[in-house]
């Protein structure tokens, strides 16, 4: 009998040819009964994926050889391919187990960590809109025209770009301050915006008045490319510091038409539940400015409507525009009425006055008319806003001495630009001023815009406005220069 350990008695034909399947499975060899136990639970493995353990080690568990262990040994090594292709774990080899164990760590979830860079780069992203845009800024950049078209045959409007091409921000019914010289000498005046806020244009419409200096060469001589300096943007009378109902009644006179125009299209735009009627006043069709711009509002919100009061209304069709039906009949009109403003009209038209805000500008006769109609009508007066001046209505004698003053007279000193001078009793503070050589600035000339705010710091003066004062400034002397006339000698300080 020869031993099991001599590699003939391994190769011999009579000890592989006993290897059957029986019905337990894998069978025993005659000649090997020594290891069945570990032959059997090592083979009854491959049912899971066979093929692959056959082709991959081609060898068989049941050589007990040490020659022939070396080779397996050293064909141990592929199982790390194999396991990567999902070998099977038939492998009795410590050796092969440790490279399994090391494929098996978690190095094959890591693309995970490329997440963070993704939700990185998109935070980024978000951050990009949420940078706000540039806004003009007068100290710095002109004004630029960019367009001017005639809305009446005494009114046009101006329509401005920003040199640097920024936005205009500002509050719906303010205006804007503009540095305007003629002959060497710079004037400023006001100009309500008839435009809407956060645009790359600012429009203005201007209405030439009798004698007027500044409305009338603008009118005459401002083209296209030209530029001009402006000062801040302000202004009290707007819908965004004037609380008001959804409800809202605009009325408007003239060119008074302008801040109330730009409340209306800014409201429309921004407030779909907003309630809109407008009761605009005018001496004829031919003198409605902005008659065409309104009608396409009309035609594109409901819940805007417009009433002309017209004093002649001779050629004019009485025509609601409001009916659709009558849209498309009579695209080119407004409805309207004849007469003058009245209690008994603004009864008719607005039943309901009393549940809306009133915002309202014209001339000073007119606002004054109406406002008498609110208050004879128990309108709540804290849903009443109104212009305190007439935009663009400028004219020679704002630059001359009232026609107030007396024979007498006094002094003015301003110790900072070396004026001291005899001056008459009762004169505008504002045109002494001017006249004089002291830079101030009179924007509105109405007491509103507060531009030409100065310090008495000796003597006495009689105001009519102090709107833009604080009582902190009223009591350290502050007055509004154009709203001011001089009664004793005084000294002056603009700052």
């Not at 990567?84 to 490279?99: F, R």
């Not at 801040?259 to 779909?272: G, R």
């Not at 815009?449 to 009689?462: A, E, Y």
Request: hydrophobic letters at 35%; one cysteine or more.
């Amino acid at each position: 009998m020869s031993s099991s350990k001599t590699p003939s008695s391994t190769l011999t034909p009579p000890t592989l040819k006993p290897l059957k399947l029986n019905s337990t499975g894998l069978g025993q060899s005659a000649a090997s009964k020594e290891q069945p136990a570990p032959v059997s639970s090592k083979l009854q493995a491959p049912k899971l994926t066979p093929p692959k353990l056959s082709f991959t080690l081609g060898g068989s568990d049941n050589n007990n050889s040490k020659n022939t262990a070396k080779p397996a040994a050293s064909k141990l090594t592929p199982p790390k391919l194999s396991f990567a292709l999902g070998g099977s774990d038939n492998n009795n080899s410590k050796i092969a187990a440790k490279p399994s164990s090391k494929l098996s760590t978690p190095k094959l979830s890591t693309p995970k960590l490329s997440t963070p860079k993704l939700s990185f780069s998109l935070g980024e992203t978000t951050v990009k809109p949420s940078v706000k845009p540039t806004i003009w800024s007068p100290t710095t950049t002109s004004l630029v025209l960019v367009k001017r078209e005639n809305e009446t045959h005494d009114s046009m409007s101006f329509t401005f770009a920003a040199a640097d091409q920024t936005l205009f921000d500002f509050k719906p019914g303010q205006f804007v301050t503009l540095a305007v010289k003629i002959e060497d000498k710079t004037h400023y005046r006001a100009y309500s915006i008839s435009s809407e806020p956060q645009q790359k244009q600012l429009r203005l419409t201007i209405k030439r008045v009798p004698d007027g200096l500044v409305s009338n060469w603008l009118a005459d001589n401002l083209s296209i490319g030209d530029h001009l300096s402006a000062l801040n943007i302000a202004g009290q009378f707007n819908s965004s510091d004037c609380q008001h109902k959804s409800k809202l009644l605009l009325i408007s006179a003239g060119c008074g038409i302008t801040p109330v125009m730009s409340i209306a299209k800014t409201l429309l735009a921004q407030d779909s539940e907003a309630n809109i009627e407008f009761l605009h006043c005018a001496r004829d069709k031919d003198n409605v400015i902005f008659h065409a711009e309104m009608q396409t509002l009309v035609a594109q919100h409901s819940n805007f409507k417009v009433q002309l009061l017209l004093e002649n209304s001779d050629g004019f069709t009485d025509f609601s525009i409001n009916n659709s039906s009558d849209k498309k009949t009579n695209p080119s009109a407004l409805p309207h009425q004849t007469g003058m403003v009245s209690s008994d009209v603004i009864q008719q038209l607005y039943p309901d006055l009393k549940e809306r805000t009133i915002f309202l500008c014209g001339p000073v006769g007119f606002m004054k008319a109406v406002e008498n109609i609110a208050q004879e009508s128990n309108f709540d007066m804290a849903n009443f806003f109104q212009e305190s001046f007439t935009p663009a209505a400028d004219n020679k004698q704002q630059d001359k001495i009232t026609s107030g003053a007396s024979t007498a007279s006094v002094m003015l000193f301003v110790p900072d630009f070396s004026v001291e001078k005899k001056v008459a009793q009762g004169s505008s503070l504002l045109e002494l001023l001017e006249n004089n050589g002291v830079p101030i600035i009179g924007a509105c000339r109405a007491g509103v815009c507060g531009s030409c705010k100065c310090k008495v710091t000796k003597g006495k003066v009689t105001s009519t406005s102090t709107e833009t004062l604080t009582a902190a400034e009223i009591e350290q002397g502050f007055v509004l220069a154009c709203s001011s006339t001089v009664e004793e000698d005084i000294a002056v300080a603009l700052s």
